[in-house]
């Protein structure tokens, strides 16, 4: 899987709250600690916005604060902390959507894929807005892909193709096709292969052509196909990634 796909993770960790609304039914003293922390955080003043947050949170402990300071220490890098205060957010607000959204992205940098699934799964369940459920479908689908590629990395390929299939299922995400051809490649199935190549194709955002043309002169060459193998060879080796083992395959047809 790309590298780049995964980096795509940082548009969702938090929802935009209309802050100048929100500000307007706080404690008048809360409400102006916590536009000044806003402001320090539009900055990139992480430490003095979370600063005016903790002191508007000993005033006002509302969910708003706690969200926005979550964001801050997430900007800040501290990750732990971040969790806590959403945390304390969604008892004060369970129904709080963003704030499962954010936490969700949290343990997704923390690597706790299981938990971000949890969360994003928590938004999909509660929102009634499809505009969000659609946003939070691709953090879903971000989530399911990592938890197969550790699959993988524990040597579990069929668990792999578990949670690649929920990752395709739930957001139609091109590198988890591509993960579920080279496995099925792997294990024989030629027919399941040639599927998941073409969808990673047909869904194509964030990977080369090079990986599902590869794969499909794989099962080709399986189902003893030859020109349709060679044809799928020829075009993959276009592709610097797959050019010498897909000049190699061309070489053992000839």
Request: proline share 2%; net charge positive; with cysteine.
């Amino acid at each position: 899987m790309k590298k780049s796909a995964i980096l795509s993770l940082v548009l969702f960790v938090f929802f935009t709250l209309s802050i100048s609304a929100f500000a307007q039914d706080m404690n008048p003293e809360a409400g102006k600690l916590y536009n000044e922390g806003n402001k320090f955080l539009k900055e990139g003043n992480y430490k003095a916005a979370i600063e005016n947050y903790n002191k508007a949170l000993k005033i006002n402990p509302d969910h708003r604060i706690y969200y926005q300071k979550s964001i801050a220490l997430k900007n800040a890098g501290n990750l732990e902390e971040s969790k806590n205060a959403l945390e304390e957010c969604i008892k004060k607000k369970p129904d709080f959507e963003a704030a499962y959204n954010a936490l969700g992205g949290v343990y997704f940098s923390m690597g706790n894929f299981e938990k971000a699934v949890t969360n994003f799964e928590k938004v999909l369940e509660i929102s009634k807005n499809n505009s969000i459920k659609n946003r939070v479908k691709k953090n879903l689908s971000l989530a399911y892909a990592r938890m197969g590629n550790s699959a993988l990395t524990d040597g579990n390929p069929n668990r792999a193709i578990e949670y690649f299939t929920k990752s395709v299922e739930t957001n139609n995400y091109d590198a988890a096709y591509l993960s579920l051809a080279k496995l099925y490649s792997e294990l024989g199935e030629w027919d399941k292969s040639i599927a998941a190549s073409e969808n990673a194709l047909k869904y194509r955002a964030s990977i080369s052509k090079g990986g599902p043309h590869y794969y499909m002169g794989i099962s080709y060459k399986g189902k003893g196909d030859l020109a349709k193998a060679k044809q799928f060879f020829t075009e993959a080796k276009a592709d610097a990634t797959y050019k010498r083992t897909a000049e190699y395959e061309l070489s053992l047809l000839n």
